[in-house]
């Protein structure tokens, strides 16, 4: 019962080590199955990322700014917001879409596009792709931040909750697009996920949801607050699968870069989406 649990919070660590910027001061030995305990904990780290962003985007909307005089506006506000976001990511999912746009959008053999994806230059697409997308999620959060500061603080972190979530659907149910290759990339170390890694990080991700319906409502049965998990989940896994069907067409399976990719647009997504339903 120890072992289970040294090996979960190794797990968690690794989670945060991998996918944030946060400071987790524990070393750990690297290996495959670490790094397949990890994402049962992707749910958690995105729900702490949107509870990290929601918070700074109800100090940088709130009334003490702009009683002090202090208040910078929507516009500056939802930048400030965004550069948080990608600060505490390290960019490491916007690296993942420039390299995805620069191979996709070569129009060159499959082989071809693998290759410019490894490349760590950025080329004219993943710059385009890149600006297009800071452009979109800028002008979304612009819409949420005029929402009530407690409507943003219970959506923030369900858009990062469950983008993270399909990353490990994606991760487990489609072909790695780098097997014969004898350098793989961090993706392949994720390769051989069972059922019972999806099975606990759905149910994680479930009971995260219901923890931010009852930090919205008080209460855990709120209907309202069911159905806009319900329009994440629905979503997510919707757009996911678009996206993951098409990546997988052209790359003849998905990458570490894919995976990064997904999670961003999956992001913008559901910004929009949610922004939809709530209004």
């Given at each position: 019962?120890?072992d289970l649990?040294?090996?979960?919070?190794?797990?968690c660590?690794?989670?945060?080590?991998f996918?944030t910027?946060?400071?987790?001061?524990?070393?750990?030995?690297?290996?495959?199955?670490?790094?397949?305990?990890?994402?049962?904990?992707?749910?958690?780290?995105?729900?702490v990322?949107?509870?990290?962003?929601?918070l700074?985007?109800?100090?940088?909307?709130?009334?003490?700014?702009?009683?002090?005089?202090?208040?910078?506006?929507?516009?500056?506000?939802a930048?400030?917001?965004?550069?948080?976001?990608?600060?505490?990511?390290?960019?490491l999912?916007?690296?993942?879409?420039?390299?995805?746009?620069?191979?996709?959008?070569?129009?060159?053999?499959?082989?071809?596009?693998?290759?410019?994806?490894k490349?760590?230059?950025?080329?004219?697409?993943?710059?385009?792709?890149?600006?297009?997308?800071?452009l979109?999620?800028?002008?979304?959060?612009?819409?949420?931040?005029?929402?009530?500061?407690?409507?943003?603080?219970?959506?923030?972190?369900?858009?990062?909750?469950w983008?993270?979530?399909?990353?490990?659907?994606?991760i487990?149910?489609?072909?790695?697009?780098?097997?014969?290759q004898?350098?793989?990339?961090?993706?392949?170390f994720?390769?051989?996920?069972?059922?019972?890694?999806?099975?606990?990080?759905?149910?994680?991700?479930?009971?995260?949801?219901?923890g931010?319906?009852?930090?919205?409502?008080?209460?855990?049965?709120s209907?309202?607050?069911?159905?806009?998990v319900?329009?994440a989940?629905?979503?997510?896994?919707?757009?996911?699968l678009?996206?993951s069907?098409?990546?997988?067409?052209?790359?003849?399976?998905?990458?570490?870069?894919?995976?990064?990719?997904?999670?961003?647009?999956?992001?913008?997504?559901?910004?929009?989406?949610?922004?939809?339903?709530?209004r």
């Amino acid at each position: 019962m120890l072992d289970l649990v040294v090996k979960g919070l190794a797990g968690c660590a690794a989670a945060f080590q991998f996918l944030t910027r946060l400071p987790i001061p524990v070393k750990l030995d690297y290996n495959d199955a670490l790094f397949r305990r990890s994402v049962i904990f992707y749910p958690l780290v995105g729900m702490v990322l949107g509870l990290l962003l929601s918070l700074a985007g109800g100090l940088l909307q709130g009334d003490l700014l702009f009683a002090a005089g202090l208040g910078l506006g929507t516009g500056v506000n939802a930048a400030l917001l965004l550069l948080l976001w990608v600060g505490l990511t390290g960019a490491l999912h916007l690296d993942g879409l420039m390299d995805t746009a620069d191979g996709i959008l070569s129009h060159r053999p499959r082989e071809q596009m693998l290759e410019i994806m490894k490349d760590s230059r950025v080329g004219a697409m993943g710059v385009v792709a890149c600006a297009l997308l800071m452009l979109i999620k800028w002008t979304l959060l612009q819409q949420w931040l005029t929402l009530p500061q407690h409507t943003f603080m219970f959506i923030l972190p369900l858009v990062s909750l469950w983008s993270r979530w399909y990353m490990v659907v994606a991760i487990a149910k489609w072909p790695y697009a780098r097997q014969g290759q004898t350098s793989g990339g961090m993706g392949s170390f994720f390769r051989g996920l069972s059922v019972k890694h999806l099975f606990l990080h759905t149910l994680l991700a479930l009971l995260l949801s219901i923890g931010l319906i009852w930090l919205l409502d008080g209460k855990i049965l709120s209907l309202d607050g069911l159905l806009i998990v319900a329009v994440a989940a629905i979503g997510t896994l919707g757009s996911g699968l678009l996206i993951s069907i098409y990546l997988s067409r052209k790359l003849g399976g998905l990458t570490g870069d894919t995976y990064g990719a997904m999670n961003e647009l999956l992001e913008a997504v559901l910004l929009l989406v949610l922004y939809i339903a709530v209004r």
